[in-house]
């Protein structure tokens, strides 16, 4: 079910944000009655706390919701959205306390609490309801809800039933739902139409590889997308431990995200030429898997050492931007969860992203914070080049040394773009519930390039 805001109704329940400073504020409007229950419950604005004030007849007359300090805010964010699993079903307002960018992400937040995981389980209850603020374009903020709930529908499917075939349908669906034409590569057909490296790592699966190719809009800048498709990650031959594999169903994380911004673009009718492309793979160890020391041939001519076949990402990816470039778009960015490094670097909660162009970065940083969905810029920094240039090939797929490991993988795929470029080394996962964010998939950076595309395009 879409999430979407309540009906307006006159009968919508107040509710009231306070914060630490505007405590006495908010107790002075109340009745003498009011102030003594808020005084009773021990209400003292602390960040999460609520408050249900009752009305004559038994039923809620208004809410309190405890905001805090500033300082205790800033911990972290979408902290409405812990409310609307708090309060009793019903429909809600809020009254008072937020403007601006604030109430932009409160009405974000509460709507995208709406959100649970349920495909093999009993549904989660209902959660109380919010009437849009009249201050916020309601359209936007819930298409960006979906195209996040969309995100994180696909990283939650387990590998068993979100292979290719399901990814390529999830596009299908996609397209038709906005009048996009989509056209799919698959299997040996990769070979005749030279994506040699997206067949190389896909091919020991027993579901085919394949490149999707969505393609929407006539007018416009261009924009293209590149999401990383792999379904599922053994490691290869290069087999990952047990504790690695567990969270390999999220490794299509890159795919699933352009997919979510692609359909907020398109709902939202932006003006630019937007063009998906995804690589997707499986990859499994079968007696015709690559192995370490082969040297693929890439779609670009460069040829590619492989040192490790768990670094299997920028390969698929390789291909895919060499194919964005033939275009001459206006900007490319790839997403994807490509190494653990990136992890290590800035944990589970920064979106990493690595671009040439200063004001594009900055243009990202700003809209980031702007609507709440926090990125982090790294460098391609030039003299690690050498370390991803192996002597026997054009390239190493996974330098030894273990050092700068985002760095280098981020400067491998620059080698096949010249275009204007924008990458995104992403986690795609909540490991600990938070506030509007459940452990489990998650979309990483697509709200901030969302919100920063006018400028980044000058559309």
Same mark, same amino acid.
């Given at each position: ?33 009011? /102030? ?40 972290? /964010? ?12 019903? @429909? ?51 298409? +960006? ?11 939650? @499917? ?65 924009? @293209? ?13 290069? +087999? ?73 990402? /920028? #390969? ?5 931007? @060499? ?26 909660? #920064? ?22 969905? %926090? ?16 002597? +026997? ?44 964010? %459940? ?21």
């Amino acid at each position: 079910m879409p999430l979407a805001f309540a009906e307006p109704t006159d009968h919508a329940i107040p509710v009231h944000i306070v914060t630490t400073d505007g405590l006495d504020a908010a107790l002075a409007a109340l009745t003498d009655q009011g /102030r003594t229950w808020a005084e009773v419950q021990g209400f003292t604005a602390e960040l999460g706390q609520v408050l249900t004030l009752p009305d004559d007849a038994g039923g809620i007359a208004q809410v309190l919701v405890g905001y805090g300090t500033a300082a205790k805010r800033a911990r972290g /964010r979408f902290h409405i959205g812990a409310v609307a699993r708090k309060l009793p079903i019903g @429909t809600y307002k809020i009254a008072s306390g937020l403007a601006g960018a604030d109430l932009d992400e409160a009405a974000l937040a509460w709507l995208l609490a709406g959100y649970s995981y349920d495909r093999y389980k009993r549904p989660s209850p209902a959660i109380a309801r919010l009437v849009a603020p009249d201050e916020v374009d309601a359209g936007r903020i819930a298409t +960006i809800a979906n195209g996040e709930a969309l995100t994180r529908e696909l990283i939650n @499917t387990p590998a068993s039933d979100m292979g290719p075939d399901e990814l390529e349908e999830a596009s299908r669906t996609l397209a038709a739902g906005h009048d996009a034409q989509i056209n799919v590569i698959r299997g040996d057909d990769l070979i005749m139409s030279n994506f040699p490296m997206i067949h190389t790592v896909g091919r020991a699966s027993t579901r085919a590889p394949r490149l999707i190719d969505l393609r929407w809009g006539t007018a416009g800048p261009m924009l @293209t997308l590149v999401g990383k498709g792999v379904c599922f990650d053994t490691g290869g031959l290069n +087999i990952k431990p047990g504790s690695s594999m567990g969270l390999m169903k999220k490794d299509m994380g890159g795919a699933a995200t352009v997919l979510g911004l692609a359909h907020m673009i398109m709902a939202l009718e932006m003006p630019l030429r937007l063009r998906v492309l995804i690589p997707a793979v499986e990859n499994a160890i079968d007696g015709n898997a690559f192995r370490p020391q082969d040297i693929l041939t890439s779609r670009k001519g460069l040829t590619v050492e492989i040192n490790n076949t768990d670094a299997e990402g /920028r #390969l698929v990816l390789a291909d895919a931007l @060499t194919l964005s470039d033939e275009d001459n778009p206006d900007l490319v960015i790839s997403m994807a969860t490509l190494t653990g490094a990136a992890r290590v670097a800035v944990g589970p909660d #920064l979106s990493p992203f690595f671009t040439d162009n200063d004001a594009h970065a900055a243009a990202l940083a700003r809209a980031a914070s702007r609507v709440a969905d %926090p990125v982090w810029r790294l460098p391609f920094h030039e003299p690690y080049e050498n370390m991803i240039e192996p002597g +026997i090939a054009d390239l190493d797929n996974a330098p030894s040394g273990g050092m700068a490991g985002c760095i280098t993988a981020a400067l491998f795929l620059r080698r096949f773009v010249e275009s204007p470029y924008m990458h995104f080394d992403i986690y795609g996962w909540q490991p600990i519930a938070a506030p509007a964010r %459940p452990k489990g998939g998650v979309g990483m950076g697509a709200r901030a390039v969302l919100e920063a595309l006018p400028e980044l395009l000058g559309l």
